[in-house]
């Protein structure tokens, strides 16, 4: 204890008594869970202060005594200068918000050193001896809060309003600055000495105090703290009569007051702990969260089978071959993560929906759905996993299974989900750099800033095998880079250039076709079954210009070069023009139109195998939310001349698609 504290001390005795209250305040909110949960006897309190020798010449005994017969809720405090004086403390405040306490003791015993001196230099000698004065014991009543075994909903809300206050507090010098403080409130002469004496008293910066506000523990800490500093400031300055009997007296009262709310704040705390701690036992996985997904697809299409083909099916002629039907696609996704910022995908899933484009129905790859195909029973659909690097400015990507190039390359439209974005397959994103092989390989997406971002990485659709002509780089694969540029939060721009190797199983599945099983059929074969490879250029943008509408669209185009059975090369181009309506008629409602070309061989080494015509693509539909979790996409699209052959007649595609979220 240095020189300034103990000439302090000993000329201020009532400093001595504050620092005592403020230790008992906070052994009054350090009870354990325990005891609050089993104390039932009601105590008064009962304060014996220690004996402070004040200079010579003074005769003052500061003395706590406790009423015993009293109701626990009185407290009897009694200060003898040289003349015995009473200060009652009013009944502790028991407002409704608060759940009923019963008091409970705590004894603690301080024993406080008297010093007699009467100069500075008498104090400084080495041999001065310090006389221990009385111990006591200081009883403390405290509040017990009476929690049922299940927290109710309002005291969870109400935990929830305790953590989420935020309002930065303000100082005031006067305590009519706080507006909301009357001279008729039983706390006015409280707060008006902590405020214009001690300065350690802050408001909100609209000018209340919200004293009948319960507060939190960070706020005690702040309000404590202060007072502290202030306290510390008056015994580095000497100063003295500045603390007084009142002021204990206050002290006290308050103590207890806010004794009461962190008890009740406590239990509640430690009643929704146990609860967490519940859950956590009997959860899934600690690191694994369960997300799922279900389509119910309902479509027709009209309009007669595409039999006028370049190059495909020749199928016999039909009208309106397609019959109505009921689909579905139901998926599971594992996402696990170990650190808080990696992510396991594991994704199970079961789809059954008709591809339109099978020959005996509409016969061209023009009239695919979004969703189509059929898996036998559940399938490992997605297995990659990814993390961080560079502090959270890059992302790595390691796929074993379903890694597609729309998981590395972004797209701008908000139309490219196949669950809640376009309905059909076309309409969703550019199919000449989005689509390709696919499924196994490495990538890597990194933003250099907001505005730039680098995109790129290698994927392999035969890489699980290893006999000759596949493997992870002697079969099909997709290499390539996207560069994304948003020069403000309205506005998108990607530009996206990709190399791709067909092998000839490549060329016989629907998934996997130069033009990505959209446009013609010349358009994803244009060179037969044969193995092919292409370099192609994708261009994309999207503008919001208000927010209930967005301008977007793309273009593409595929240079693809024969590499079994001749060298012939072809050039294949599409393009889309988008119009979206978002938050239209509902908050998270969304209405989209599309217009746009599907892909088609504009030049061939091989004229006849050129698409002689142009077909459109026109579609429209509205995504309605109705709940967080369920939304309905009413919507239809025609496609023109379909397969880029005016002698086919128009088909006209309805679906009705329902996504259920979980």
């Not at 809300?157 to 009519?176: F, G, H, M, P």
């Not at 006999?467 to 948003?486: A, E, H, I, K, V």
Request: aromatic fraction near 10%; charge should be negative.
């Amino acid at each position: 204890m240095n020189k300034v504290l103990l000439n302090t001390l000993k000329q201020s005795p009532g400093v001595l008594g504050a620092a005592l209250l403020l230790t008992n305040a906070a052994l009054a909110t350090e009870a354990t869970s325990e005891k609050l949960a089993n104390a039932a006897d009601p105590a008064s309190v009962t304060i014996e202060a220690a004996r402070a020798v004040a200079p010579s010449g003074q005769n003052l005994d500061l003395q706590y005594q406790a009423n015993a017969e009293s109701s626990p809720e009185q407290l009897a405090l009694s200060v003898t200068p040289d003349a015995d004086v009473t200060v009652e403390s009013a009944t502790l405040g028991n407002g409704e918000s608060l759940t009923q306490m019963e008091p409970q003791t705590v004894a603690t015993t301080q024993a406080v050193t008297s010093v007699n001196s009467e100069s500075a230099s008498a104090f400084s000698e080495a041999s001065a001896p310090l006389q221990t004065a009385q111990a006591s014991e200081f009883q403390v009543a405290q509040m017990e809060a009476v929690e049922s075994t299940a927290t109710s909903g309002a005291d969870l809300d109400q935990i929830n309003e305790y953590s989420e206050v935020s309002d930065a507090l303000e100082q005031v010098t006067s305590v009519s600055q706080l507006s909301d403080v009357q001279p008729t409130d039983w706390a006015f002469q409280a707060l008006q000495s902590l405020v214009e004496r001690y300065g350690c008293i802050a408001g909100y910066p609209d000018g209340t105090y919200k004293g009948n506000r319960a507060m939190t523990r960070y706020e005690f800490a702040a309000g404590l703290n202060a007072c502290l500093e202030r306290v510390n400031e008056l015994i580095a300055a000497s100063v003295a009569n500045l603390v007084t009997r009142e002021d204990l007296a206050v002290l006290q009262r308050l103590q207890e007051e806010f004794a009461a709310e962190l008890a009740t704040l406590r239990g509640r705390v430690y009643a929704l702990e146990a609860r967490t701690a519940e859950l956590e036992a009997n959860q899934f996985s600690t690191t694994t969260k369960l997300r799922g997904e279900v389509i119910f697809w309902l479509g027709d299409a009209a309009g007669d089978r595409a039999t006028n083909n370049v190059i495909g099916n020749f199928a016999p002629e039909d009208s309106d071959p397609t019959e109505a039907y009921f689909g579905y696609r139901a998926r599971l996704n594992f996402d696990t993560s170990f650190t808080g910022q990696d992510l396991l995908r594991t994704r199970l899933e079961a789809r059954s929906v008709p591809n339109l484009a099978n020959y005996d129905i509409t016969n061209t790859l023009m009239s695919r759905t979004s969703i189509d195909g059929s898996n036998n029973g559940i399938v490992l659909d997605d297995l990659y996993y990814r993390f961080p690097i560079s502090n959270g400015k890059g992302q790595v990507f390691v796929g074993a299974n379903g890694l597609d190039l729309d998981d590395i390359y972004d797209y701008v439209t908000p139309f490219g989900g196949s669950g809640d974005g376009a309905l059909s397959r076309f309409g969703r994103y550019n199919p000449t750099t989005f689509r390709g092989p696919e499924g196994t390989g490495v990538a890597l997406k990194y933003a250099f800033s907001d505005k730039f971002k680098l995109n790129l990485g290698y994927l392999a659709s035969q890489a699980e095998f290893a006999d000759q002509g596949r493997g992870l780089f002697n079969g099909g694969y997709s290499t390539g880079l996207q560069l994304m540029f948003n020069p403000s939060p309205k506005i998108g721009v990607s530009l996206e250039y990709n190399h791709r190797y067909f092998s000839s199983d490549d060329m016989t599945s629907t998934s996997s076709l130069i033009s990505g099983g959209t446009g013609s059929w010349g358009a994803n074969r244009p060179f037969g079954d044969n193995s092919t490879t292409t370099e192609n250029l994708g261009f994309q943008a999207n503008w919001r210009i208000s927010k209930n509408f967005e301008l977007g669209g793309w273009f593409g185009s595929t240079w693809a070069n024969q590499k079994q059975g001749g060298d012939n090369s072809a050039t294949i181009l599409n393009w889309a023009v988008t119009l979206a309506f978002p938050d239209v008629l509902k908050e998270g409602g969304l209405g989209g139109l599309i217009v746009g070309m599907p892909p088609q061989v504009t030049d061939h080494d091989i004229s006849a195998l050129e698409d002689k015509d142009t077909s459109i693509h026109i579609e429209g539909f509205y995504r309605y939310p109705i709940s967080d979790y369920i939304s309905i996409t009413p919507g239809f699209y025609v496609v023109t001349d379909p397969d880029h052959n005016s002698d086919n007649s128009t088909i006209v595609v309805g679906t009705l698609r329902t996504q259920f979220r979980f």
